[in-house]
C-alpha cells in the first residue's frame, strides 16, 4: 500500500531549462490522480508511460496559466481517444465557463461527461473520497483564489497471521478478524480474539500540495505532520520582496512551514525561471529543514509501508 507522486512538472510561469508547468501525478493503488495541468502535462504523460483514459479525477489548484494551460489539450485528447467514461474536475470558480466557451467555439461536444466541481479555496473541506483516499483543499494565500490539495489513505484493514489461523477457518470470519473484530459464537462467548490472529493495519499516509502561496502559517493545523509536503519555493530570500509582491514563497519559507508543520518530508517546486541551477534553493532550504529535496520532473516519490 503507497503513494506514489510522480512530478511531471515544477516550473514557474514559463516553461524554461527544460523544466515544465506545474503537474503532478498521484498514484494510489493504481488509482491514478492529477493534480494540476500546465503546459505540456499531455507530452510528459507520454514521456512517461501514462496513458489519460485512467485518470478520473483532476484537481486544478487555480487558475493562472501554468497550472492548467495543458487542461484543455488533454481533455480534447480524451475525447479524440474515445473516452467514455466522466471525468471528475475539482477547480475553482470559472474553469467550467473557460471550458464550455472554448468548445462552444470549436464547435465540439465531447463524448464524455465532466462533472465540475467547483471548490470553496477558503475553507479546509473534503472534496473527495473513494475507497483508497480523502482528499480536502487547503486554503492558501496567493494572488487569486488558489486551494492546496491534502490527499489522506484511508485506514487499512488488519492482517491475518495465517501461521495461526484454524483449519477451516471460514472466509466471512477471514473479513471480521480484518475488519477487527473478535469472534462470538451463537451463545456470545468469545472464540477468537482479534488480536491473537492479525497483525495491525499498514500505515495509512498523507501528502500534501501545496502551490502557489505566500508564507502562511494559517495551513499548519491542516498539513501538520503530514509524510510528504510539496510546498512552492519559486525563489530563494534573495529575492524575498519579489516573492512576497507576487503572492509567492521562498525556499526558506516553505522550510520553516514544514519545520512548523512537523511534516517528515519536504519537496521544494515551483521554480523560477530565474534559476537555472536550482542548488541554492535546496541549499537554502536544508539550513532549515533538513529532508528537503528538488520535485524534479521525472522524479517519483514514493510513501510506502514495508
Ligand atoms: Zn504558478
Ligand atoms: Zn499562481
Redesign the pocket.
Known amino acids: 500500500m503507497s503513494i506514489r507522486v510522480k512530478i511531471l512538472g515544477s516550473n514557474?510561469?514559463a516553461p524554461a531549462h527544460r523544466r515544465n508547468h506545474?503537474s503532478q501525478l498521484i498514484n494510489v493503488e493504481g488509482r491514478l490522480y492529477l493534480v494540476d495541468c500546465g503546459e505540456g502535462t499531455q507530452l510528459q504523460m507520454a514521456r512517461f508511460r501514462i496513458r489519460p483514459q485512467r485518470i478520473n479525477n483532476i484537481f486544478i489548484s487555480h487558475l493562472?496559466g501554468?497550472?492548467y494551460l495543458g487542461l484543455m489539450g488533454l481533455l480534447s485528447t480524451m475525447h479524440l481517444q474515445g473516452r467514455k467514461k466522466s471525468l471528475n474536475l475539482y477547480a475553482p470558480k470559472g474553469l467550467s465557463e473557460i471550458i464550455t466557451l472554448q468548445l462552444k467555439y470549436s464547435d465540439t461536444v465531447f463524448n464524455y461527461d465532466i462533472n465540475f466541481i467547483k471548490i470553496d479555496t477558503e475553507t479546509n473541506k473534503v472534496i473527495h473520497e473513494d475507497d483508497f483516499i480523502k482528499v480536502s483543499t487547503i486554503p492558501l494565500n496567493h494572488r487569486i483564489p488558489c486551494s492546496g490539495f491534502l490527499f489522506e489513505e484511508k485506514p487499512k484493514k488488519r492482517r491475518i497471521d495465517k501461521d495461526k489461523l484454524p483449519e477451516g477457518f471460514t472466509t466471512r470470519n477471514i473479513v471480521r478478524l480484518k475488519h477487527g473484530e473478535d469472534i462470538f459464537d451463537i451463545d456470545g462467548n468469545l472464540l477468537y480474539k482479534n488480536k491473537d490472529y492479525t497483525f495491525p493495519p499498514k500505515k495509512s499516509f498523507k501528502y500534501a500540495f501545496c502551490?502557489?502561496t505566500k508564507y502562511d502559517e494559517s495551513i499548519i493545523p491542516i498539513i501538520k505532520d503530514v509524510d510528504m509536503l510539496y510546498h512552492e519555493a519559486t525563489f530563494t530570500e534573495e529575492h524575498m520582496d519579489r516573492a512576497s509582491n507576487t503572492y509567492h514563497s521562498t525556499a526558506r519559507e516553505a522550510a520553516t512551514i514544514a519545520k512548523k508543520a512537523k511534516v517528515n518530508q519536504l519537496l521544494l517546486g515551483?521554480f523560477s525561471i530565474r534559476y537555472k541551477d536550482l542548488d541554492p534553493i535546496l541549499e537554502e532550504a536544508r539550513e532549515v529543514f533538513e529532508n528537503s529535496q528538488l520535485a524534479i520532473e521525472g522524479e517519483e516519490f514514493v510513501l510506502v509501508d514495508h
Open positions: 514557474s510561469a506545474t493562472h501554468d497550472h502551490s502557489d515551483h
